[in-house]
T-cell receptor, first 114, second 117 residues
């Protein structure tokens, strides 16, 4: 069975500081890994994904994530946080084959303080 | 490209009535659509997987007679909440997977907030 863990319910960062939102996963097989962001009362917006290739993935709005197979992690990072980055972030995983749905982590609320 | 719409974006209904939510892929064909629900401050929970022209596959604990899913075409799936109760109040989100394209490419709708009074 697939699972995703986001160990932090809340992350607080000062504007301009680097941010990290943690994610670890568990799948049998090769993982497809995703990060999504959700603003209040809105659907999910795609940030980035890892399918194969370079372990460092760059996505929208200056976000990036590093796939670490040995640690089964896919942490989301940004060098300099903005107040507008404050939102709910979800990590998701699916196995690489078949029409299987995404399995989501519980989400991490990021608060960037001016 | 790859836009998914949901209608309505929000709905309030009385207990005991039924509500239909539409999910459309506007500029691509979707072999598979997924329906999720999200409670306040919680993650998305998969309800069912909908394949065009066949019966939906429901997750454990989801009542198929209460949450009717119809995937009539490659661009439309509907979720009908029958005999709605206040505990059905939630944020319902659909996603669509392209007919062609890289596996794992799913696109999410903006969500529908259902409030049952």
């Amino acid at each position: 069975a697939q699972s995703v863990a986001q160990p932090e319910d809340q992350v607080n960062v000062a504007e301009g500081n680097p941010l990290t939102v943690k994610c670890t996963y568990s799948v049998s097989g090769n993982p497809y890994l995703f990060w999504y962001v959700q603003y209040p009362n809105r659907g999910l917006q795609f940030l980035l994904k890892y399918i194969t290739g370079d372990n460092l993935v760059k996505g929208s709005y200056g976000f990036e994530a590093e796939f670490n197979k040995s640690q089964t992690s896919f942490h989301l990072k940004k060098p300099s946080a903005l107040v507008s980055d404050s939102a709910l972030y979800f990590c998701a995983v699916r196995v690489s084959s078949g029409n299987t749905p995404l399995v989501f982590g519980k989400g991490t609320r990021l608060s960037v303080i001016a | 490209g790859a836009v998914v719409s949901q209608h309505p974006s929000w709905v309030i209904c009385k207990s005991g009535t039924s509500v239909k939510i539409e999910c459309r892929s506007l500029d691509f064909q979707a072999t598979t659509m997924f329906w999720y629900r999200q409670f306040p401050k919680q993650s998305l929970m998969l309800m069912a997987t909908s394949n065009e022209g066949s019966k939906a596959t429901y997750e454990q604990g989801v009542e198929k007679d209460k949450f009717l899913i119809n995937h009539a075409s490659l661009t439309l799936s509907t979720l009908t909440v029958t005999s709605a109760h206040p505990e059905d109040s939630s944020f319902y989100i659909c996603s669509a997977q392209r007919l062609s394209g890289r596996a794992g490419e799913q696109y999410f709708g903006p969500g529908t907030r259902l409030t049952v009074t």
